[in-house]
């Protein structure tokens, strides 16, 4: 099992970090087919082979996902894909 892990530091107040993180999930989810939901201030996310959480943690999001065998394959294109995101997201306005 493969694991990724991002974390990106921010100056966002707690309804826009959160609004960031939702964007982040909303395109893995689409690009990658996962169920996500909040659970508190951890966005928790996953399908058969994948499975990860977004916490937000007052001025940083951290990213965890673990990848399946099959995967495993994917995750240096995944995890550059995922690291450009969370940056756009979440870079100072």
Not at 74 to 79: D, H, Q
Request: with cysteine.
């Amino acid at each position: 099992m493969s694991e990724i892990r991002i974390v990106q530091e921010h100056s966002l107040n707690p309804e826009q970090a959160r609004a960031a993180a939702q964007q982040v999930a909303q395109r893995i989810a689409a690009e990658y087919g996962l169920d996500c939901k909040w659970d508190g201030d951890v966005l928790r996310f996953g399908r058969s082979g994948v499975e990860g959480d977004l916490s937000l943690e007052g001025q940083r999001a951290a990213l965890r996902i673990r990848l399946g065998v099959f995967m495993g394959v994917f995750a240096p294109a995944i995890e550059a894909k995922v690291t450009d995101k969370m940056r756009k997201v979440f870079a100072p306005a």
